[in-house]
Protein backbone atom coordinates (compact mmCIF):
# COMPACT_ATOMS: atom_id res chain seq x y z
CA UNK A 1 0.00 0.00 0.00
CA UNK A 2 1.16 3.33 -0.44
CA UNK A 3 0.15 6.46 0.67
CA UNK A 4 0.06 9.53 -0.77
CA UNK A 5 -0.35 13.39 0.00
CA UNK A 6 -1.00 16.24 -1.47
CA UNK A 7 0.00 19.79 -0.16
CA UNK A 8 0.07 23.92 -1.38
CA UNK A 9 -3.78 24.35 -2.53
CA UNK A 10 -5.23 27.47 -1.86
CA UNK A 11 -6.72 31.00 -3.14
CA UNK A 12 -3.98 32.70 -6.75
CA UNK A 13 -5.58 35.70 -8.59
CA UNK A 14 -5.37 35.15 -12.25
CA UNK A 15 -1.48 35.30 -13.28
CA UNK A 16 -0.50 34.02 -10.17
CA UNK A 17 1.24 30.87 -8.78
CA UNK A 18 0.83 27.96 -6.64
CA UNK A 19 3.14 25.27 -6.14
CA UNK A 20 1.75 21.79 -5.08
CA UNK A 21 3.62 19.08 -3.61
CA UNK A 22 2.92 15.62 -3.49
CA UNK A 23 4.58 12.98 -0.89
CA UNK A 24 4.09 9.05 -1.26
CA UNK A 25 5.69 6.24 0.52
CA UNK A 26 7.45 3.42 -0.62
CA UNK A 27 10.86 2.09 -1.21
CA UNK A 28 10.35 1.87 -5.28
CA UNK A 29 9.29 5.98 -5.13
CA UNK A 30 11.81 6.57 -8.32
CA UNK A 31 9.99 3.83 -10.37
CA UNK A 32 6.72 5.24 -9.67
CA UNK A 33 5.33 7.18 -12.40
CA UNK A 34 3.58 9.83 -10.19
CA UNK A 35 0.62 11.94 -12.31
CA UNK A 36 -1.67 15.10 -11.27
CA UNK A 37 -4.99 15.10 -12.21
CA UNK A 38 -8.23 17.73 -11.64
CA UNK A 39 -11.43 17.68 -11.40
CA UNK A 40 -13.56 20.88 -11.49
CA UNK A 41 -17.38 20.77 -10.15
CA UNK A 42 -19.52 18.81 -12.39
CA UNK A 43 -16.74 18.17 -14.54
CA UNK A 44 -14.87 14.65 -15.36
CA UNK A 45 -11.73 14.43 -12.87
CA UNK A 46 -8.68 15.62 -16.05
CA UNK A 47 -5.09 14.73 -16.56
CA UNK A 48 -2.81 17.37 -16.03
CA UNK A 49 0.80 16.23 -16.18
CA UNK A 50 2.78 13.40 -15.49
CA UNK A 51 6.47 12.65 -14.25
CA UNK A 52 8.01 9.38 -14.62
CA UNK A 53 12.18 10.16 -15.87
CA UNK A 54 10.53 12.17 -18.59
CA UNK A 55 7.50 15.06 -18.35
CA UNK A 56 4.27 15.03 -19.77
CA UNK A 57 1.38 17.77 -19.99
CA UNK A 58 -1.88 18.52 -20.91
CA UNK A 59 -2.08 20.81 -23.93
CA UNK A 60 -3.64 23.58 -21.71
CA UNK A 61 -1.15 23.54 -19.22
CA UNK A 62 2.00 23.85 -21.20
CA UNK A 63 3.96 26.52 -21.02
CA UNK A 64 2.45 26.91 -17.29
CA UNK A 65 2.70 24.50 -15.26
CA UNK A 66 5.82 22.59 -14.30
CA UNK A 67 6.16 19.01 -12.72
CA UNK A 68 9.63 17.53 -11.54
CA UNK A 69 10.40 15.08 -9.09
CA UNK A 70 13.27 14.75 -5.79
CA UNK A 71 13.27 10.61 -5.43
CA UNK A 72 15.61 11.38 -2.45
CA UNK A 73 12.59 13.18 -0.64
CA UNK A 74 9.89 11.12 -2.31
CA UNK A 75 8.29 13.89 -3.31
CA UNK A 76 6.74 15.54 -6.73
CA UNK A 77 6.10 19.43 -7.15
CA UNK A 78 3.68 20.78 -9.67
CA UNK A 79 4.48 24.44 -10.16
CA UNK A 80 1.36 26.47 -11.47
CA UNK A 81 2.26 29.61 -13.07
CA UNK A 82 0.28 32.05 -15.19
CA UNK A 83 -3.03 30.48 -13.31
CA UNK A 84 -6.41 31.30 -14.87
CA UNK A 85 -9.87 31.15 -13.74
CA UNK A 86 -10.39 27.49 -15.51
CA UNK A 87 -7.73 26.09 -13.03
CA UNK A 88 -9.53 26.26 -10.49
CA UNK A 89 -10.33 22.42 -9.63
CA UNK A 90 -9.35 19.49 -7.14
CA UNK A 91 -5.76 18.38 -7.75
CA UNK A 92 -5.06 15.03 -7.02
CA UNK A 93 -1.90 13.34 -7.14
CA UNK A 94 -1.76 9.49 -8.30
CA UNK A 95 0.56 7.18 -8.22
CA UNK A 96 1.34 4.56 -10.62
CA UNK A 97 3.91 1.56 -9.20
CA UNK A 98 6.09 -0.10 -12.01
CA UNK A 99 4.79 -2.86 -14.38
CA UNK A 100 1.81 -1.05 -15.07
CA UNK A 101 0.33 0.24 -18.41
CA UNK A 102 1.96 2.11 -20.86
CA UNK A 103 -0.09 5.39 -20.91
CA UNK A 104 -0.05 7.97 -17.96
CA UNK A 105 -2.90 10.03 -18.75
CA UNK A 106 -6.32 8.07 -17.76
CA UNK A 107 -7.60 7.86 -14.04
CA UNK A 108 -7.43 3.88 -14.42
CA UNK A 109 -3.11 4.09 -15.03
CA UNK A 110 -2.96 4.78 -11.40
CA UNK A 111 -3.54 2.56 -8.51
CA UNK A 112 -3.05 4.90 -5.18
CA UNK A 113 -4.30 8.39 -4.93
CA UNK A 114 -4.34 11.80 -2.42
CA UNK A 115 -7.18 12.77 -0.81
CA UNK A 116 -7.36 16.23 -3.30
CA UNK A 117 -6.17 19.79 -2.65
CA UNK A 118 -8.51 22.65 -3.71
CA UNK A 119 -7.14 25.22 -5.42
CA UNK A 120 -9.44 28.51 -6.86
CA UNK A 121 -8.14 30.91 -9.13
CA UNK A 122 -10.22 34.12 -8.89
CA UNK A 123 -10.39 36.79 -12.01
Known amino acids: QVQVEENGGGLAQAGGSLRLSCAAS????????IGWFRQAPGKDREFVAAISSITYYEDSVKGRFTVSRDNAKNTVSLQMNSLRPEDTAVYYC???????????????????WGQGTQVTVSS
Open 26 to 33: GNAFSDYI
Open 94 to 112: AVRPPGGTITVIRSSDYTY
